[in-house]
């Protein structure tokens, strides 16, 4: 039976609070058949569940697409809440019924709807403050309640709370953006938590991002303002059809809150004998209670939410308690982590707790904190004493595996104590497992790099005194991250934020939002705020990225004036407008052939920055096609084709000698398509050179270890590419594995063979950047990719590459159509491999080393390495010989 199934809007199911009044509507299709395609599809939108009354249809319109298919009809109003239904027609004659209706709701759409006033606990003189607050207003209201949503944002973090409950399961609230030109406000359906009578909304606030300690090595405070700030907007629809609106005013009151101290970077003190019971009820005096402080402020720079919700996640508890050496008490969670720890305590009044939070323990067993710098990651709790008491952190996270109980009454149990995950609430996509355990364990270390990293924005570690949107480590780590989670609703919301804080002249800062600009003068390896070659390159690189795997042209449309500022300003300081050889550059970032002592790999920054440029505009240029803008499609075309000229001229020797001897000038050249045919088996017999005098191991950095596999793999080394991906002693990513690693770690070397670290200025154990080469993995190893002509897998690359010993292979991966799997096994002489594509798809299917003709009753024709077919929506299973065992 034919059915549209699984609708979402905006990529969310049943969303409340979208952002557009054009949002996009995408459903997958189930039928009981195989090779079906959509060819027409037939939305219907209306206010009333039952859609007696359309407000948009779009009868019956052909088309195959059915991913983010654009809403057609009458802009949509604000506060309302919306439904509709789709079926849709096959190429086999099927028409479906309609689907079962799903909803979404509009935010308020208009920055002129807000009545609400930004209003502070703070005087203008809290900029040193690290202290939370509380406000709060209580109200009556009268009448029938049909439905009640409350709009609310702040400066710094908030929580909450509606006539004694927690409103909402989001946290870390509203995120992180670029305070100045954005801040993000969220929607609550409230309609449970009120009553007729008085009622009470109460916050609490603390300084989080917006005032906080951030960048700790350049003790930048206050960057967006000094003092914090609610906003609240409550409106009451009754059942006759009015509407009631409580707002943030100065008929507020404001009090100090139980939170005395509140640093992301540092942690928290509660103090519980401070608590006001019943503060959040109907009822409570307040008497001690001031009033609040009008904050003055644009609400234009007020936008709905427009990522993804932080939430808790996975919980975890203790593996085990024990005694290090030093005599500290430490609790193994098993797991490394961003998040926070939920105790239960019992004692009396003043007793206190005192928990620190740390990755690893050094090599004498014990709990390490230097690699933190100036971060304390401490919790304290002051108990009141009455009773059993539960703890949970309210305004900063952590990013640990252990912790140290350096104060707690009574007896410590494993069983009072549980780790909580903290990350924005991403839909899981792939999954890869196969024969070989470590590199199983490898992808979980991926993946939880990955969850751990991005909160809210795409960090590079979650514990020091940093945890930064860094562009560098976002831009490398995109493939292998839009493999894990589905990825294109979050980098939305944080290239909203790049575009904003890219400079007039095209220069993208380091970090985003950016935090950085007094950088220079105050750190001596940086000379330059902005702009430097492969960070900046992720105004490119990561629009092109959501393209591809998710088929978000409009995405890629919002960003374009974005991803050309960044190249046009290359061409304006670059030699003659092909040569980037001018500004600072992080380059190869701490590969290992740096000079000792330095983060700065050897591979010249004017090969890195030209390599980056030339890839960089072959993408802008296929954008640009692809969005219908002819004229620079041709320009950026032939500019990508005169940058290559120019790099041969510069980095190749007339005969064709590479001029920079490093592997990562050898492989960037030959990924992004640099190297003149005549001279590429020449520099393919470097790299492999290259390797072999290290033993055939990297000394690669940020730029080059993504793509060292793949160049080998499709230059006719996929055993070179096997041994290095399953290499175990030092450097290597199962070395990683090997000493227990659960996260990727920024060096290759973070824990050294005899147990010592790296430095612990720089050496954080939850780091993502050389897990992208789990993109390899999933594509090579698993077999599966999209095909950038028909992206979001609407035709999905199927090519697996067996090796390495690996005798069994699966990946799954949950696309915008369904799920599409791939599972190889060797066995007994023969291959099978199995597909399952889903409908609405095709996939270009190679099966290695096998012969045409048929197999499986599909024909195969004859491809490079094996034979080729293509296959429409159902499951295969293909069995033949095969020579060698991996």
């Not at 699984?6 to 509507?25: M, Q, S, V």
């Not at 479906?96 to 703070?122: G, H, N, R, V, Y």
């Not at 290095?724 to 050294?752: C, M, N, R």
Request: net charge negative; aromatic share 12%; proline share 5%.
């Amino acid at each position: 039976m034919l059915q549209a199934i699984d609708l979402c809007c905006e990529y969310r199911t049943n969303p409340l609070g979208i952002f557009t009044a054009k949002p996009r509507l995408s459903w997958k299709i189930e039928s009981d058949r195989r090779d079906v395609v959509q060819t027409a599809y037939s939305i219907e939108v209306g206010t009333d569940k039952t859609l007696e009354t359309s407000l948009w249809q779009s009868g019956k319109t052909v088309s195959r697409q059915s991913l983010l298919v654009s809403y057609g009809g009458a802009p949509l109003a604000s506060s309302t809440p919306y439904f509709w239904r789709v079926k849709v027609w096959d190429n086999q004659g099927g028409e479906s019924p309609w689907s079962e209706t799903a909803c979404f709701e509009t935010a308020m759409l208009q920055s002129d709807e807000w009545k609400a006033l930004f209003i502070s606990a703070e005087d203008e003189n809290a900029g040193a403050s690290s202290a939370g607050t509380l406000l709060r207003k209580e109200f009556a209201l009268s009448g029938e309640i049909r439905s009640a949503r409350l709009y609310a944002s702040a400066k710094g973090i908030y929580e909450v709370r509606c006539n004694g409950s927690r409103v909402g399961d989001q946290v870390l609230t509203p995120g992180w953006t670029e305070y100045k030109n954005r801040l993000l406000f969220q929607t609550y359906d409230v309609t449970g938590l009120l009553t007729g009578g008085n009622n009470v909304l109460a916050f609490l606030v603390g300084p989080g991002w917006y005032k906080g300690d951030l960048a700790g090595w350049l003790g930048r405070r206050n960057v967006f303002g000094a003092r914090t700030a609610i906003i609240a907007q409550l409106r009451v629809e009754y059942a006759d059809g009015s509407v009631e609106l409580v707002v943030s005013d100065e008929d507020w009151k404001c009090a100090p809150a139980p939170l005395a101290y509140a640093e992301l970077y540092n942690g928290e003190i509660w103090d519980a004998r401070l608590e006001q019971q019943g503060w959040d009820k109907p009822g409570f005096s307040g008497a001690s209670w001031k009033p609040v402080y009008i904050e003055g402020g644009d609400r234009g720079m007020l936008q709905p939410q427009d990522g993804l919700p932080i939430r808790e996640q996975e919980r975890f508890k203790p593996v085990s308690l024990f005694t290090t050496p030093a005599g500290e008490r430490v609790i193994d969670f098993g797991q490394n982590i961003s998040g926070w720890v939920r105790f239960t305590v019992q004692g009396k009044a003043g007793d206190r707790v005192r928990i620190r939070h740390a990755e690893i323990l050094d090599a004498a067993g014990n709990f390490y904190t230097e690699n933190l710098r100036r971060a304390k990651q401490t919790i304290e709790y002051i108990l009141r004493g009455d009773g059993p008491e539960s703890y949970v952190p309210h305004c900063s996270f952590q990013g640990f595996r252990y912790i140290a109980i350096d104060e707690y009454p009574g007896t410590v149990s494993k069983d009072n104590f549980e780790a909580v995950a903290v990350y924005s609430d991403m839909r899981p996509a792939g999954d890869f497992h196969c024969s070989n355990p470590k590199i199983n364990q490898f992808i979980s270390n991926v993946r939880w790099s990955m969850k751990d990293n991005f909160v809210d924005i795409p960090t590079d570690c979650p514990q020091r005194d940093e945890r930064l949107g860094w562009t560098g480590d976002a831009e490398i780590f995109v493939r292998a991250a839009s493999y894990l989670m589905e990825t294109a609703p979050f980098f939305r919301k944080w290239l909203r934020d790049l575009a904003i804080s890219q400079l007039p002249d095209g220069q993208v800062p380091h970090v985003v939002p950016d935090v950085l600009e007094n950088i220079v003068g105050h750190d001596e390896r940086v000379t330059q705020a902005a702009g430097a070659t492969a960070w900046a390159d992720a105004a490119v690189i990561i629009p092109w990225t959501m393209y591809v795997y998710f088929g978000d042209r409009d995405l890629l449309a919002e960003q374009y004036p974005s991803m050309k500022k960044w190249v046009e300003y290359i061409r304006s300081v670059a030699q003659d407008g092909l040569l980037f050889n001018v500004g600072f550059h992080f380059g190869d970032w701490v590969a290992l052939d740096a000079k000792e002592g330095s983060y700065f790999g050897a591979t010249p920054n004017d090969l890195t920055a030209t390599a980056f440029y030339a890839y960089s505009t072959s993408l802008l240029a296929f954008c640009a096609k692809v969005l219908g803008h002819e004229e620079d499609a041709k320009k950026y075309a032939k500019l990508r084709e005169d940058i290559g000229e120019i790099y041969r001229k510069e980095f190749f020797t007339p005969m064709g000698r590479i001029a920079a001897r490093t592997q990562t000038a050898c492989i960037l050249s030959l990924i992004f398509d640099l190297v003149p045919e005549v001279y590429k088996q020449r520099t393919v017999d470097t790299l492999v050179a290259l390797l072999a005098e290290q033993n055939n191991h990297l000394t690669t950095g940020f730029v080059g270890t993504p793509f060292v596999c793949k160049v080998l793999a499709d230059n006719g080394h996929l055993d070179l590419a096997y041994e290095l991906l399953l290499k175990e002693d030092f450097p290597s990513w199962l070395y990683q594995v090997t000493k227990g690693a659960t996260t990727i770690w920024e060096h290759w070397d973070g824990l050294k063979p005899d147990g010592t670290m790296w430095s612990p200025d720089m050496n954080s154990f939850n780091h993502y950047a050389y897990g992208a080469i789990s993109d390899w993995v999933f594509s090579a190893v698993g077999g599966l990719d999209t095909d950038r002509e028909r992206t979001g897998f609407a035709r999905s690359i199927i090519r697996p590459c067996p090796g390495g010993g690996i005798t069994l292979a699966e990946t799954k991966y949950e696309s915008g159509y369904g799920m599409i799997a791939v599972r190889w096994e060797l066995a007994g002489g023969k291959i099978s491999v199995s597909v399952t594509v889903p409908h609405n798809t095709d996939a270009e299917l190679t099966l290695p080393k096998a012969a045409p003709g048929t197999i499986g009753g599909v024909v195969f024709s004859p491809a490079e390495c094996g034979a080729r077919a293509i296959l429409g929506s159902g499951s295969y299973v293909f069995e033949y010989p095969w020579g060698e065992q991996g």
